[in-house]
């Protein structure tokens, strides 16, 4: 029955959103300002639910319940007890979002018995001069930290840095975080809705009221460490998958296709979650002769490859078309080998 499963839009009106996101997914313009799609989610709170072949109109939190290891693969199943690990979105900031932290997998179980969040940012438009925080610039105390969000300042000790398409920032849960207007990216995460709102520029949310803040429940969460260098850095070519990072919460790829390329993924006994950056592809399974063996995956639309049929090829339908994926790498690493790469991941 499992196949490369398409998904409904799943789209969140937020005070900060713009209008981009309906037009980029091919879907009817909605006249709210919608902030991001939840492109691949079987979080409680917004899970997707499935548009193509005899799943569709199932509900993914359920689909991964009924199909556990072939869906997920087995360690990955093992690992996360049955639940899908990954949240995919893309986020369109016409305005600045919060400043805000994610709480790491200890303090999220502790607090909210949830997954912490670690997540990364792969840049697809920018406006000129658009910029986000990412990091602090100097070291702070926790005293001046509240200090400064009561006075509003901050921001003055954040590290900004101005972004072009294709840059890649990496945001370990406990760094302090922005994205800022101008900016349309494609975002990959655990799969958690646990943010703590630091600080809010003193606006209203869409109801008129100001917005929740969680100034002390952030304290714990924050690293207040100061790196030298918080953009990733990566090497790309032309018909390759191209590592952009290797965490132990996901390894994630991208893809420039010119040409036909086949992907055999099995090695890594894990789902494959493909978002089309640019362009429009074609997904053809092999050695599977079930319903939806081929898939069309367009600009602005993601889908799910299970694990158990990760051997595909993948067909550009439009000239320099851009495919960004994520998977779990459990193919014969040791966790801390992945940890101590995570820690080297933001220098050059």
């Known amino acids: 029955m499992l196949y490369p499963l398409l998904f409904e839009p799943n789209l969140h009106t937020i005070v ?5 996101l309906c037009s980029y997914k ?12 939840w ?3 079987a979080v409680e709170s917004s899970p997707c639910t499935i548009a193509n072949g005899p799943l569709k109109g199932r509900n993914l939190i359920n689909v991964v319940e009924e ?3 072939e869906l997920l693969g087995e360690a990955v199943y093992n690992q996360y007890g049955g639940k899908l690990p990954l949240l995919v979105k893309f986020i369109d900031a016409k305005k600045d979002l919060s400043i805000q932290v994610h709480p790491n997998d200890e303090l999220a179980r502790k607090r909210h018995n949830k997954f912490g969040k670690t997540e990364m940012w792969y840049i697809i438009d920018a406006e000129p001069g658009a910029a986000l925080y990412s990091g602090f610039k100097e070291k702070i105390t926790k005293e001046e930290y509240k200090q400064r969000v009561e006075d509003g300042t901050i921001c003055d000790v954040l590290a900004k840095h101005e972004v072009h398409p294709g840059d890649v920032f990496f945001i370990p849960a406990g760094r302090v975080h922005a994205i800022c207007g101008g900016i349309l990216l494609a975002e990959v995460q655990q799969s958690s809705d646990v943010t703590y709102r630091i600080y809010d520029y003193n606006r209203p949310g869409l109801d008129g009221r100001p917005r929740e803040l969680h100034t002390d429940l952030a304290v714990d969460a ?4 100061v790196s030298p260098e ?12 191209a590592q952009v990072i290797d965490t ?4 994630v790829r991208v893809m420039d296709l010119d040409e036909p390329f086949h992907r055999n993924l ?4 894990s789902f494959i979650i493909s978002m089309c950056i640019k362009g429009s592809c074609r997904i053809s399974l092999r050695n599977y002769d079930g319903p939806e063996k081929e898939i069309v995956l367009r600009e602005g639309n993601s889908c799910l490859i299970p694990a158990s049929l990760a051997d595909y090829d993948v067909t550009p339908l439009s000239p320099d078309t851009r495919l960004l994926d994520a998977h779990l790498d459990r193919k014969n690493r040791s966790l801390v080998h992945k940890v101590l790469r995570a820690l080297k991941i933001t220098r050059k």
Do not use: H, L, M
């Not at 132990?248 to 390894?251: E, I, M, Q, V």
């Open 26 to 37: 091919g879907v009817e313009q909605c006249a709210d300002p919608i902030g991001e799609s």
């Open 230 to 241: 918080y953009r990733t850095f990566y090497g790309n070519a032309k018909d390759k998958a």
């Open 248 to 251: 132990p919460f996901f390894d």
């Open 222 to 225: 924050i690293d207040f460490n």
């Open 67 to 69: 199909y556990g290891k």
């Open 39 to 41: 492109e691949v989610s």
């Open 16 to 20: 900060w959103g713009g209008n981009k």
């Open 266 to 269: 099995i090695k890594y006994d």
